[in-house]
């Protein structure tokens, strides 16, 4: 995969984004086994194959991101992949949490159906991320919670590679211009500016994006 990615630097692409880096989570997991982790965990696992990709494409002067599934912006726990935003947010450029509304289960965060509040669901994913990229900029600066005036604010260090992956697809409902500008109202009101979406069949809602 490295080298995959130096030389898809070399091509011409500006930056390489490491999509599907995590444990798998379908299929038959009865029979699968991963012989080479030996006793780490899966997150310590992703750890090491983090800085992996991120130290060689840092070495190499290559941008990188990396896409993790978007409950890990709230989850603390590796969801069972591995996955852990800290972990990524140390090791990548970018990092893109996939907060789909579509992909969020019943009763999320007390949405009956978060497929029907796209605006609210990436606010709070994203504005959960923020806040646990600037915990992380805080425990890297040693600066621990106090009654006392905090001697350190969070910069954004860690929350500036914070990047949202929003839909404009349908799943579970039609997905309208108002729907995707409803989600990038959502990453700004998080206090973020950046995110890329998707449509897997590559037929996007051309009204919903305004030219620069």
Known sequence: MVDLGKVSYAIGFDEIN??????????????AAFTRSGDLTKSAMMTKFYAYLGGHMRDAHIPSSADLF?????????????QILESALLHFDYVAPMVYPSHYPPNFNGWKNPNLVPYEIIKFAMSRGVERANALEAKEAGFVASTST?????????????????????YGKEYTEADVRAQKKGVYDAGLTSWMTWDPSNKYTPSAYDRE
């Open 150 to 170: 905090p001697k350190f604010a969070a910069t954004g260090k860690y929350a500036h590679r914070l990047r949202a992956w929003i839909q404009d697809f349908d």
């Open 70 to 82: 978007g409950m890990t912006t709230s989850n603390t726990d590796d969801l069972g992949i591995g």
């Open 18 to 31: 490491f999509d599907y880096i995590r444990y798998p989570s379908d299929g038959d997991m009865a029979n």
